[in-house]
């Protein structure tokens, strides 16, 4: 089994900088992809970004040249540092993983979710 742990959430004023840890444990061998996925009050969840093990990146426009998403597969960990900050990023954000075990295919995880709030 994989679980995900979030944390580096918190309250930060509009163009301030946050570093969102996701650390992974469990059947950490079996994960592929791992990315942050956001959702703001009243609104849909939204992918932010995600990267391979292998290290290739993807982001949402919203997001490209503020937020950068890394990853330690020796610690089994994804971060997403986020820079210049806006209101509109105040949201909780969840980390996601996927991966492939023999048995049962390819499943998904969930973190449990930290919120980051950007005042203006």
């Known amino acids: 089994q994989v679980q995900l742990v979030e944390s580096g959430g918190g309250l930060v004023q509009a163009g301030g900088s946050l570093r969102l840890s996701c650390a992974a444990s469990g059947s950490i061998f079996s994960i592929n992809r791992m990315g942050w996925y956001r959702q703001a009050p009243g609104k849909q969840r939204d992918l932010v970004a995600t990267?391979?093990?292998?290290?290739?990146?993807n982001y949402v426009d919203a997001v490209k040249g503020r937020f950068t998403i890394s990853r330690d597969n020796a610690k089994s960990t994804v971060y997403l540092q986020m820079n210049s900050l806006k209101p509109e990023d105040t949201a909780v954000y969840y980390c996601?993983?996927?991966?492939?075990?023999?048995?049962?295919?390819?499943?998904?995880?969930w973190g449990q979710g930290t919120l980051v709030t950007v005042s203006s």
């Open positions: 990267i391979e093990r292998g290290g290739s990146v």
């Open positions: 996601h993983a996927n991966s492939l075990h023999g048995s049962v295919g390819e499943l998904e995880h």
